[in-house]
């Protein structure tokens, strides 16, 4: 039944309700936690008062003091960050949107709405704000992310969040969205994330869906089909979906589930021949296709799930396997998940197995908000929990380059970095982390928070990196220990693979061939994990920051390692020079870690064929304004695409790169620097421009941080190299 909140809000004219007061929302953060609060009274609003930063994020006036304007890089750098550090959180972070894919709100609303959980007004009414601004203005509909044509996975979902939070089928926006819907084939469509949301919801029929069977759970560790060898994030996804698909759990059927069941297809619901919708999946949304083997494996699963749950027995076996594991990653990350889906697939799991009353319940909801971020346009889910460890690595190596640390005027915010940075470095193992299938977590760095508690290789290589170039600074305190250094060390040393490349949270433990098995159709290469220049250059570099602190401690292995890595590296250099970037567009951001890679062994422009290659390849990619502008496409294409405009993110990444490989001509590294001064507003901001962030080759996500920490990081590099002379702007 639909929770009363959901229908009683002021509607203007054509039915939009009208939004909050955006000058009401805080964020506060809580050891890197971070949650969006609505002040409903005045009085409130008085006691906690909005913030610079608050009124930054919701795109409100900061009136920030414009500065003297930048004659040299370090200048530039300096009012960049006189600008940014206003906006530090109390607690020694950058907050920001972490948004950018467009199939969380719909995982998160359509949980709310199956348990009957009550949205609060000021939330329903910002998630609304922020589907419709999200739609694109052409033809009403989404795409798999923010800046994707319009797809069945995006408008399907989000057309049905959007009813679910109360707008009508009238709504001038639905039935903009709804007819490109039809025109798009209509839900039936979907890819299979899309149809395990409909399903769920009780809008399209489980038959129509391919199988989820949890039974690989049970299957002995050393099968590559035993999902403890699957890349995290997809085994994660798959374990919750396991055990609502094999209850085939589907919310009640009510009045208005009837009408979304009549409103997203284009014939009759009862005439569908559900059967036949498994392999269907609309022309826009298909990335990956199946390979002919997942397609006789799915034919003969579909068989076996003719068997009824009650008599068979190794199905209620592996639910118990699949709670237990489930368990597991509730407890082990306090409800936050390794990431949203799986945080929402779980909460429903949660609902069904132990009830609305249950502890785990109670604390799933508490930590959705974690997830969620104000912005102008309304009310978004992020990506993960946030970015905090990986921005906060950033930006104090950046303010070390440019001399910013070591300015006594940022002495507090230093500190308050150098402390964010102590607290979130990872104290422990998981409990159980063999039956958990974990990685060693004990002196990683997450992603996100200590809470969330994931080891990744390069978080854990940034961090270290971050607070030994902090804690060399002189006035800051020393906060991390030297055994503390060796743990992080330990813990990266565990992740090599045997390609002698880094992976992201572990290390390849499936075969290549279990690739033929995505099922995922919208994603590539999530089945296993891979290694990537990124992640490998970031622990290469990782380690030789630490060896130089300690250079007793693990010397052989951690020599051995550095040197295999660069193997790995120039094995993954294209013929044309440039290296592919799996998590940030694109070919700018590799370049910059191989590049970076190649210099820590000596290897430069002009010693290098590797790195001579490499700095051509950028060149040859320079716009005429003297800046970069890479556009996503080239994550999607593999193919380096000219973004419409350059971006000064871009921009930073290549002018670092080719500083990194000693460059000899200074010109076109000055260019792409003056490019970034131009492109800075008085007051020391840089201004969001195109989508910056990517994961599984096909859907992007935003990093508005890096606006900030790579400009300011390219800068102190650049007058570094040449000096902080004045420069023409
Ligand atoms: C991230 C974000 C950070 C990113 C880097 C640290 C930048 C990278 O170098 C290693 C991989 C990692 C940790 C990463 C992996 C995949 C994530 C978690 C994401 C891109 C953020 C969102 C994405 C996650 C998979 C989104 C949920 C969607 C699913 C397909 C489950």
């Known amino acids: 039944p639909l929770p009363e909140s959901y229908t009683s809000a002021t509607l203007n004219l054509d039915g939009t309700p009208s939004f909050t007061d955006l000058s009401r929302w805080r964020l506060r953060v809580d050891q890197g936690a971070q949650t969006w609060h609505y002040l409903e009274s005045d009085e409130e609003c008085q006691r906690w008062p909005q913030a610079t930063s608050d009124k930054y994020h919701l795109g409100l006036p900061t009136d920030l003091p414009e500065l003297p304007s930048a004659k040299t890089p370090l200048e530039c750098a300096r009012n960049g960050f006189e600008f940014y550090r206003h906006i530090q959180t109390d607690d020694g972070h950058w907050g920001g949107e972490y948004g950018g894919p467009m199939f969380l709100i719909p995982g998160l ?66 039935v903009k969205a709804r007819t490109t819907l039809h025109k798009l084939g209509g839900a039936t469509g979907a890819p299979a994330w899309g149809k395990f949301w409909l399903s769920a919801l009780g809008v399209y029929e489980w038959e129509g869906m391919n199988p989820v069977p949890p039974e690989l759970w049970t299957l002995p560790k050393w099968l590559p089909l035993n999902p403890g060898n699957w890349w995290v994030h997809t085994r994660l996804v798959y374990l919750p979906m396991g055990y609502i698909y094999a209850h085939r759990k589907s919310a009640p059927l009510t009045d208005f589930t009837e009408s979304l069941r009549q409103e997203l297809y284009t014939q009759p619901y009862d005439t569908i021949n559900w059967e036949q919708q498994r392999n269907n999946v609309a022309e826009v949304d298909l990335y990956t296709p199946h390979t002919k083997i997942m397609d006789v494996l799915n034919k003969i699963v579909t068989y076996y799930e003719k068997i009824p749950f009650n ?4 199905r209620q076996y592996s639910m118990k396997e ?9 407890e082990n990350s306090f409800f936050l998940d390794i990431g949203p889906v799986n945080k929402v697939m779980n909460w429903l799991v949660v609902y069904y197995h132990y009830g609305k009353d249950s502890r785990e319940f109670k604390l799933h909801v508490e ?9 102008p346009e309304g009310m978004m889910m992020n990506g993960t929990n946030g970015s905090q460890l990986w921005d906060a690595a950033f930006i104090a190596q950046a303010c070390v380059e440019a001399k910013l640390a070591d ?13 964010f940075i102590d607290l979130t470095q990872i104290k422990r193992d998981a409990p159980n982390m063999d039956r958990c299938y974990r990685q060693q977590s004990k002196g ?20 270290l990196k971050a607070a030994i170039a902090l804690q060399q600074t002189k006035g800051l305190p020393q906060l991390i220990s030297v055994e ?6 330990d813990v990266m040393l565990t992740m090599q693979n045997a390609d002698y490349g880094f992976a992201s949270y572990e290390t390849i433990r499936g075969p290549s061939w279990l690739e033929k098995l995505n099922p995922a159709e919208v994603f590539n290469n999530i089945m296993t994990e891979y290694s990537y220049p990124e992640c490998s250059t970031a622990v290469l570099m990782g380690l030789a920051a630490f060896r130089k602190v300690d250079p007793q401690y693990r010397r052989e292995e951690i020599d051995r390692t550095a040197s295999t890595v660069l193997q790995y590296i120039k094995n993954q250099q294209r013929p044309d020079g440039s290296w592919y970037g799996s998590w940030a567009v694109c070919f700018t951001y590799a370049a910059l870690f191989a590049l970076q890679s190649l210099a820590s062994i000596g290897e430069f422009y002009d010693n290098s064929e590797h790195a001579r290659k490499g700095c051509d390849f950028l060149l040859s990619k320079q716009e005429v304004d003297g800046g970069w502008g890479e556009s996503y496409k080239s994550c999607e294409d593999r193919i380096y695409t000219h973004n419409s405009q350059s971006q000064v993110v871009n ?3 290549a002018v670092m790169s080719l500083l990194e490989a000693k460059y000899p001509e200074e010109e076109p590294i000055r260019r792409g620097i003056q490019f970034i001064m131009q492109r800075q507003q008085s007051n020391g901001e840089w201004l969001q421009e195109s989508i910056e962030g990517v994961f599984n080759k096909n859907c992007m996500i935003s990093y508005p941080n890096y606006k900030f920490s790579f400009t300011i990081w390219a800068l102190g590099k650049y007058a570094q190299t040449f000096g902080d002379k004045a420069l023409v702007v």
């Not at 009508?168 to 639905?174: I, L, T, V």
Request: negative net charge.
């Open 109 to 174: 609303v359509i949980v709310y709405y199956i348990t009957g959980t009550p949205i609060s007004e000021p939330m329903r009414l910002e998630l609304i704000r922020y589907l419709l601004n999200r739609a694109h203005s052409e033809d009403g509909g989404w795409g798999i992310h923010i800046e994707g044509v319009s797809t069945v996975f995006g408008t399907a979902l989000n057309y049905a969040t959007l009813r679910i939070l109360g707008l009508g089928p009238d709504h001038p926006a639905m």
């Open 311 to 314: 008599w068979n027995w190794f």
């Open 322 to 330: 699949t709670i237990e594991q489930i368990k597991m990653e509730d």
């Open 367 to 375: 930590r959705n908000m974690d997830f969620m971020w104000m912005g």
């Open 407 to 419: 300015n006594d005027q940022y002495r507090e915010n230093m500190i308050k970095l150098l402390e």
């Open 444 to 463: 990683a760095w997450p992603f996100s928070t200590r809470d969330q508690g994931y080891t990744v290789s390069d978080c854990t290589a940034e961090g």
């Open 484 to 489: 503390r250094m060796q743990d992080a060390t």
């Open 651 to 653: 921009t930073a990444w």
